[in-house]
């Protein structure tokens, strides 16, 4: 406590004494070494549990204990043989039990691993990316916003870091955060020259030196008293259960009523007739109905993984069969996000790329400013940066303006980060005679920024429209001269318009078919983006999402609607523009209170509430943050709409098959009481022995249950529309054909009784 207490006390280069390291991070020798020393920086619930207890805890059941005990009497009273079957068919059910639960933990548990977090960290002096769980003590992180944080720290350099440190403190504001050493003790909250572990970067950069990992951080204090760390149970499983349990309270009433009859009609013996009831109950009682969920449900994610769908939440799955809305990204997901620029204009005129001319006196001022407000970098190492920057880039390297040479001359003093809330960037850099402002952003949040006359206005905003009208994304440009390099937003004003460049993002080649396969499926697609709506109505129109009948609109038409307008709205729309976070949310609750059940994808911080909101939420694996990665259900590992298609596909076949084996585990249990039912009321000698039934519960309840539930997957569940929403699956027309499969089985059973019995067979409490 004391050494922890004296973190945000000291100066960094104490603390780089104390824990033998340095501001350049550990070597990848020392990470390794020290990784061994403190472990991998994971919390460990208290939840796992050893192979062991799992198969303990399937004779933990109260009806497999009575039927021990049961058993145990039977053979003390003389009945060894019977005993020794029912515990051996008994062991065998626990064993088949535990194989199959040890499965289902494992196919989870890669699942976890699969989105565990990763994290930027120095190793060598170099940044490179790695499994949250292997940092470690004495490790420099480095941190932007949208990061989750791994590990607690302390912060060796901050740019307006901001975090979000609620699951901590309680506090739901991000905290601000700074450098210098806070002396005195204080609480967690105002550890401001900290980091912790579950708390995420809502803004700014930032490099922090690992203190402690795992258990040892503040996160893990709290996990360790918090032990269940349990998957928590999806609806299905939750309705499942319920009707489970009701129906095994019909089933032992008629156990009871059964054995009541043996011993007081048929005067038959005390113990085979409670042996025999309670048998039928473990038989008839469908304990396996959740269990299958959850094991066809975590096949099934592993299936989805490969295709690169990989699922955070077990519900995400089951939903994915009912999803009827996906809204979905424009840049990157319905696109390839590769960006090349297509045109100029600058000086009043149009200019075809291939006429770019870094030595024109009028074009070079936009191209200088498109290379220094860029954070790309293009190389012989390859393309760093965000897509729209990189096309800037390499529009400078393609026409012999060195990137490395200008930013040199030029160099960068301060800077506003691109914001896509703002949808500007600005920089500023040392000119020979003073510093130079230049901002980038959105036509027309820029326009409204810069000095202009009505009729260059006029001008500028035709060409906008003439480009974006084309399927081009249009970025426009400005500059000023200001006083210091202490930049602020208010600095954005009073602009000189440079110019503006347009860019191709050509749409992904899967996106029209799978587009297609959406709407042939019942499915409704929506791009809802942050581009211009001209730009993204020629994409959506392109791939087929915006149609004959439906409209592209600015998201700032949904601000003066009530959310009674919005939902009759909302079916209108294919396309949403220019949309901020809080649009997106309320896209997704209109379609909700339509009775919808809706996918929503997200990258930024700011998405993180639609993706709660969405019944759904699709985080991108690519270029999405770890914020938006831990609020989403699923995670696209290739960022592309194709992909949910393909996830909804698979989600409709595993929905379709936990059908099936629930149909199976419910008809058969059905027959068997039926059967014994029948025999009861017919006064006919009993049909099955209790070893019989437990061995027909051991052959024919999970593994055919278990086989029908991983059937091969068909294209066939896309012809059929989605599921109602609030739909069960136990609804009227599942339970008849229960009903009738489990009388035509049982009728079956019966004739093959009766015809035994007049060939002379004897009844099966005469075979033990
Ligand atoms: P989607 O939501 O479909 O991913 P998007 O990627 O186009 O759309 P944003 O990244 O929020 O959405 O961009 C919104 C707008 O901001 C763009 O239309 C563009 O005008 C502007 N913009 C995008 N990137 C930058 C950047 N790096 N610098 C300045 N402005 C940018």
């Excluded at 480009?467 to 208010?490: H, K, M, N, P, Q």
């Excluded at 909302?570 to 809080?582: F, G, L, Q, T």
């Excluded at 009775?595 to 759904?616: E, F, H, R």
């Excluded at 008809?667 to 029948?678: D, E, F, K, R, W």
Aim: glycine residues 8%.
């Amino acid at each position: 406590m004391k050494q922890e207490k004296q973190i945000w006390q000291k100066t960094s280069a104490e603390l780089f004494q104390d824990l033998d390291c340095g501001a350049e991070g550990l070597s990848a020798r020392k990470a390794a070494e020290r990784l061994e020393r403190y472990g991998p920086n994971e919390l460990r619930g208290g939840g796992q549990r050893s192979v062991l207890r799992i198969f303990l805890e399937q004779f933990a059941d109260f009806l497999v204990v009575i039927l021990i005990a049961a058993a145990v009497v039977s053979a003390v009273l003389g009945d060894a043989e019977s005993a020794v079957v029912i515990l051996a068919v008994i062991t065998m059910n626990a064993v088949l039990g535990t194989v199959q639960t040890v499965k289902a933990a494992a196919s989870l548990d890669s699942l976890k691993r699969m989105s565990a977090p990763t994290a930027k960290v120095l190793r060598d002096g170099q940044a490179v990316q790695v499994p949250g769980r292997e940092v470690t003590v004495g490790d420099v992180v480095l941190l932007e916003a949208g990061d989750s944080v791994c590990a607690d720290g302390r912060l060796l350099e901050c740019a307006s870091l901001k975090c979000a440190e609620s699951a901590l403190t309680g506090e739901s504001l991000p905290v601000e955060k700074e450098t210098a050493a806070i002396p005195g003790d204080v609480p967690l909250g105002d550890r401001k020259n900290m980091v912790f572990s579950g708390s995420f970067v809502s803004y700014g950069r930032a490099r922090f030196l690992v203190t402690a990992v795992g258990m040892d951080t503040e996160m893990g204090k709290i996990a360790a008293l918090l032990k269940n760390t349990e998957e928590k149970k999806t609806p299905l499983q939750v309705s499942l259960d319920q009707f489970g349990r009701r129906l095994s309270a019909i089933i032992l009433a008629i156990c009871a009523v059964l054995f009541a009859v043996s011993v007081l009609v048929r005067h038959e013996n005390v113990m085979n007739a409670f042996l025999f009831a309670v048998a039928l109950a473990v038989a008839a009682i469908p304990e396996a109905l959740s269990s299958i969920v959850t094991i066809v449900l975590s096949f099934g994610t592993g299936q989805m993984a490969k295709e690169n769908a990989i699922i955070r939440k077990l519900q995400a799955v089951e939903g994915l069969g009912s999803v009827s809305v996906i809204c979905s990204d424009k840049t990157g997901t319905l696109t390839q996000n590769r960006m090349t620029v297509q045109k100029l204009y600058t000086g009043g005129r149009v200019i075809p790329v291939e006429e770019a001319d870094f030595s024109d006196p009028i074009q070079e001022p936009l191209l200088r400013a498109a290379l220094l407000c860029s954070d790309a970098t293009v190389n012989g190492h390859g393309e760093v940066g965000d897509p729209t920057e990189t096309a800037l880039v390499r529009l400078g390297k393609d026409h012999g303006f060195d990137e490395e040479r200008t930013r040199g001359r030029w160099s960068r003093l301060a800077e506003l980060p691109f914001d896509s809330d703002r949808k500007l960037m600005s920089t500023v850099h040392e000119l020979s005679g003073g510093l130079l402002l230049v901002t980038k952003g959105a036509v027309d949040i820029l326009l409204d920024r810069t000095v202009v006359s009505p009729a260059e206005r006029a001008e500028i905003e035709e060409v906008n429209e003439r480009f974006s009208g084309e399927g081009l994304r249009v970025l426009a440009f400005a500059c000023r001269t200001v006083d210091s390099a202490a930049v602020s937003l208010a600095d954005e004003t009073g602009l000189t318009f440079l110019g503006l460049i347009a860019m191709m993002d050509p749409p992904r080649a899967e996106s029209k078919a799978a587009v297609a396969a959406c709407i042939s499926a019942g499915i409704r697609p929506i791009m809802i983006t942050g581009d211009h709506r001209v730009t993204a109505a020629a994409i959506a129109r392109e791939i087929g999402i915006l149609t004959e009948g439906t409209e592209a609109v600015d998201g700032a038409v949904l601000d003066g609607m009530s959310d009674e307008a919005l939902r009759d709205f909302v079916p209108k729309v294919s396309v949403y523009a220019r949309v901020s976070p809080e649009h997106k949310i309320r896209i997704v609750r209109a379609w909700q209170d339509r009775g919808s059940l809706v996918a929503m994808t997200g990258d930024g911080v700011n998405d993180a509430p639609a993706l709660k909101q969405a019944d759904i939420g699709v985080a991108m694996g690519v270029t999405g943050t770890e914020v938006a990665k831990d609020a989403a259900g699923m995670v696209l590992a290739d960022d592309n709409f194709a992909t949910i298609v393909q996830a909804v596909k698979n989600g409709r076949n595993v929905y379709a098959n936990i059908k099936r084996a629930i149909q199976f585990l419910l008809s058969g249990n059905m027959a068997g009481i039926l059967t014994v039912l029948y025999a009861s009321l017919m006064g006919l000698p009993v049909p099955f022995a209790a070893v019989h039934l437990l061995f027909i519960n051991l052959l024919t309840d999970s593994l055919p249950a278990i086989a029908l539930g991983l059937e091969p997957h068909t294209d066939a569940v896309m012809a059929e529309k989605p599921r109602p929403r609030d739909e069960g699956i136990l609804t009227r027309p599942f339970l008849t054909s229960v009903a009738v499969e489990g009388a035509v089985i049982a009728l079956a059973a019966i004739l093959a009784f009766h015809m035994g019995l007049s060939h002379g067979g004897a009844a099966a409490d005469k075979v033990r």
